[in-house]
Each structure stands twice: as structure tokens, then as C-alpha cells.
């Protein structure tokens, strides 16, 4: 299959994509980026992931590297170069190449790197669903996990234990024994009274996922009780259901936690009930706002 990045202003041939060796992300990971779904040629919630692509690099100073409105069209560029109707693509940016020096380089231009991929699609109906395990793991990143950061080795060491341990996730614990999240997912419970659970955004502690987003609309009229809050692990545990979300994952059910089951160790009716619902919301580009809450055009 040929692919095709794009970087920097030129589409090129994916195994032969490159940037400088002094490019900021590749030295000191001073970069941000954003992974959205494709859907039957859709971007899933283009706009959200947008906005916060918009909100990581505004935490970090990162200068748009051009127009959202530029942005979008090479995206689509992407997609189409790579004939992605099920997928997604994985966009980039950093502070730019310049001399090694820790602090910000003056008048250097962001890095712009994008690739898209297809990938199977998954039904929404899934009568053999098996689930997931994942382990707990203490919560070793920065104080900053709600920027989409590119530095992401607490979280690439946390998914090897995981898959070390024959697990498909970690749920990272804080110093106080509650979830944060998972270390590319968000985490999920449901109670024995049927309230749906997940951690708020408040501190910092978590990514504010866009499907953690879309979950939370889709509940509120889907006659599904949404409470944000902290829970622990022993909590999870003694919970019905468990789940993780992410952009690429969308939903899957957590039947074991630490090598113990979830509720009676099977996917629950909570997890098959979002899967349709998110499922139908997907196909039709996603239900979060269509219109960017801000735009910020390029710094000079
Ligand atoms: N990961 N939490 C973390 C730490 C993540 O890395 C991600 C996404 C999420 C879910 O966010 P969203 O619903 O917006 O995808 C939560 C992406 C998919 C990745 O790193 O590949």
C-alpha cells in the first residue's frame, strides 16, 4: 500500500517522510498533536479536536504553523491521497527545527506533520465481545496531561507494563489512590445504582478526550445517569461495568482490573448501549459542536 505523509508543506512518500534531526519534538518533545477517527470518509468531531489542538499549543506558545482553515484542507488532502474511509489521521506540530537550546528559538516556524491510515471497521453490534484487562499503575507524568502533548514516554512505559502483564491498558492511579486515566484512553465505571462515572477535568489531572465529550452528550438523552467524579480502584472493582475511551478505540469494556474481574467479568448492557449509540453519532461525523469555538490564525 502507498501512503503518503504530508511534512512541511510537501506531500511525500510515507517511507520516505522525514524531518530535521533539530526539529523540537524530535529533541525535547516540544510538541503537541491530535488523532481523529475517520468514518465512512468523516472526520469524527473535526472541530473539538480542533479546538484543542488550538488549546495545546496555546498552553505551550506553539504558533499555528497556518490557517484552521488551511489546516482542514490539507487534512483532507491526507485523507484523500491515502483513500482512508475508515481511519485516522494523526496530525503533528512542533516548535520547529533550530540549534539545539532549551529555550524558545526566535522567528523559527512550527512543524507540520500529518499521516492517515485505514483501519478495519468495528461493528457496533459485538455479541462476542470478550472485553479488556488492564492493570493499575501509579500516575508518573507531568502535572499537565490535559495538553496532547507528543511527550508521552510516562505513558508508552505504563502501556508496555500493561501489555508486559497481558493486559490492553493501565489505569494510572495519583498519589491519593484515584484514577486519572488511562495512558491513551479514558476511564470509566458504572456503579450499582447505574450511574456512569468518569473523572472531571478539574486540576488538570486528565486529556479532556473528545469522545469522553460525545459519551457525556450522548448519555444526557440516552437515559443514562452521568456523574463526574474520582473513583479508586477498589472502587472500579466493586462496579458493575468498566470501560476505556478513546478516538481510535471508542469504547471498550474493562471485564478485569489487576488480574480481578468487574462485575460478573463480561461486557455489560451499559458498554453494547453507548457502543450503538456512539456508533450511529460517528457515521455522522460526531454530535459535538460544528463550529470552532475559537480561531486563532497564525502568530507572525
Ligand atoms: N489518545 N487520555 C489519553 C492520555 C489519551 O492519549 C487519549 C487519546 C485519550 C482519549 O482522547 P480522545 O477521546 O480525544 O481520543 C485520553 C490518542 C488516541 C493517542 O494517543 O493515540
Known amino acids: 500500500m502507498s501512503r503518503i505523509a504530508y511534512v512541511n508543506g510537501q506531500y511525500v512518500l510515507h517511507g520516505e517522510a522525514a524531518v530535521h534531526i533539530e526539529d523540537r519534538g524530535y529533541q525535547f518533545a516540544d510538541g503537541v498533536y491530535e488523532v481523529v477517527d475517520i468514518a465512512n470518509g468523516e472526520l469524527v468531531d473535526e472541530e473539538p479536536h480542533l479546538d484543542r489542538l488550538d488549546r495545546s499549543l496555546d498552553e505551550l506558545r506553539i504558533a499555528w504553523p497556518m490557517s484552521r482553515r488551511a489546516m482542514k484542507l490539507v487534512m483532507r488532502q491526507v485523507i484523500a491521497r491515502n483513500l482512508v474511509k475508515n481511519g485516522m489521521i494523526y496530525i503533528q506540530i512542533t516548535r520547529g527545527v533550530a540549534p539545539r537550546d532549551h529555550g524558545f528559538p526566535a522567528g523559527v516556524p512550527s512543524s507540520l506533520v500529518m499521516t492517515a491510515k485505514s483501519t478495519k471497521p468495528v461493528p457496533a453490534e459485538q455479541p462476542d465481545d470478550q472485553g479488556i484487562a488492564v492493570i493499575s499503575t501509579p500516575d ?6 490535559d495538553i496532547k502533548s507528543v511527550a508521552l514516554l510516562p505513558n508508552i512505559l505504563c502501556k508496555q507494563k500493561a501489555r508486559e502483564a497481558g493486559a490492553y491498558e493501565a489505569w494510572l492511579v495519583d498519589a491519593d489512590g484515584y484514577v486519572t486515566e488511562g495512558s491513551s ?12 462515572v468518569t473523572r472531571g477535568t478539574g486540576g488538570n489531572a486528565i486529556l479532556n478526550g473528545i469522545t469522553r465529550q460525545a459519551f457525556i452528550k450522548l448519555m444526557a438523552t440516552n437515559g443514562l445517569t452521568f456523574v463526574e467524579r474520582k473513583f479508586t480502584v477498589a472502587e472500579a472493582l466493586e462496579a458493575k461495568e468498566a470501560f476505556i475511551s478513546a478516538s481510535t478505540t ?11 474481574p468487574v462485575g460478573n467479568g463480561h461486557p455489560g448492557e451499559t458498554v453494547a448501549k453507548l457502543r450503538r449509540i456512539y456508533w450511529a453519532a460517528a457515521a455522522e461525523g460526531g454530535i459535538l459542536p460544528k463550529q470552532p469555538t475559537n480561531i486563532r490564525e497564525p502568530r507572525a
Open 185 to 196: 484512553t479514558n476511564a470509566w465505571i458504572v456503579t450499582k445504582n447505574n450511574e456512569v
Open 140 to 145: 508518573i507524568r507531568w502535572t499537565r496531561p
Open 250 to 260: 471508542r469504547i471498550k469494556a474493562v471485564v478485569r482490573i489487576d488480574g480481578k
